[in-house]
């Protein structure tokens, strides 16, 4: 470099006041590699990144909102950006490698890649407080054909509108809804109407709407959460995340009827 660092003499060597500042830059980028070095490698364990994870249901509360808060307490130093769309809306995003992950309600052919079941969760209608049906423990389907069923757009509304419509109702009782899910909730204290969420959506703790188990022959109906991911990828991120998800302990009371979706 043509500049002089060190200084001899019978004594030693001495740092020059050039030499010193070089020293001082120089231990600044050691450490930075070192650190540069350490993330790297808790990269490749998965547990430094980020997380780009789509999903069709709410988790306010809930197995998919359980799994979550596991998730990010065993990898806290993974940032979790979540996405919430339509099944076909996180797939394709997914497809298009905009998202590591989704969770989405299972149907047979839903995503020609990688993906496991996790497990189930129930429906529940929702209603005001002053609903006729609030005071009921428990709701079959026949006990809603007199009334218009709001369903939103996004989320599980297109699975929600498949099972209405499987179980007879008419298409003027259906009424398709742009609003986000607590958005769509707040307007049933208004209306004599009810809505029908999986039983994540519990946890948005809106005081004048009540929840009741939708049932089929008695039992609860349960939909099936699938997670979708490409399996050609070798992220460690997502590596971790989909085996802590398949590890997780979902529960959903195997003798209740689960509804392919």
């Known amino acids: 470099m043509g500049i002089k660092l060190f200084e001899r003499s019978r004594t030693g060597s001495q740092a020059t006041r050039d030499g010193a500042e070089f020293l001082s830059v120089a231990s600044g980028v050691l450490a930075e590699m070192d650190r540069a070095v350490i993330r790297l490698r808790l990269r490749r364990r998965g547990r430094v990144g980020t997380l780009r994870l789509g999903v069709q249901t709410s988790f306010a509360s809930g197995p998919v909102g359980d799994m979550l ?18 099944r076909e809306g996180v797939l394709r995003e997914l497809a298009a490698t905009r998202l590591d992950a989704a969770i989405v309600l299972s149907r047979d052919g839903v995503w020609s890649n990688s993906c496991a ?20 423990t428990n709701l079959p389907w026949p006990d809603l054909s007199p009334y218009v069923i709001m369903i939103p757009r996004k989320g599980a509304g297109a699975e929600v509108l498949r099972l209405v419509s499987q179980h007879g109702a008419e298409t003027q009782q259906v009424d398709w809804q742009d609003a986000s899910i607590d958005r769509l909730l707040a ?54 995340f989909v085996e802590l998800a398949q590890d997780y302990d979902w529960g959903g009371g195997s003798s209740a009827l689960s509804v392919g979706l």
């Open 117 to 136: 079941l996790l497990g189930h969760e129930r429906l529940m209608v929702a209603m005001g407080k002053s609903h006729p049906l609030a005071f009921r």
């Open 187 to 240: 307007m049933l204290t208004r209306r004599e109407r009810v809505s029908i969420v999986t039983a994540g959506a519990v946890g948005l703790g809106m005081e004048d709407i009540v929840f009741r188990p939708l049932v089929s022959d008695g039992e609860p109906v349960l939909v099936r959460h699938m997670l979708c991911w490409r399996g050609e990828d070798e992220d460690s991120v997502v590596g971790r």
């Open 69 to 86: 808060d596991r998730y990010e307490k065993a990898y806290p130093e993974v940032e979790t950006q979540i996405t919430d769309d339509t």
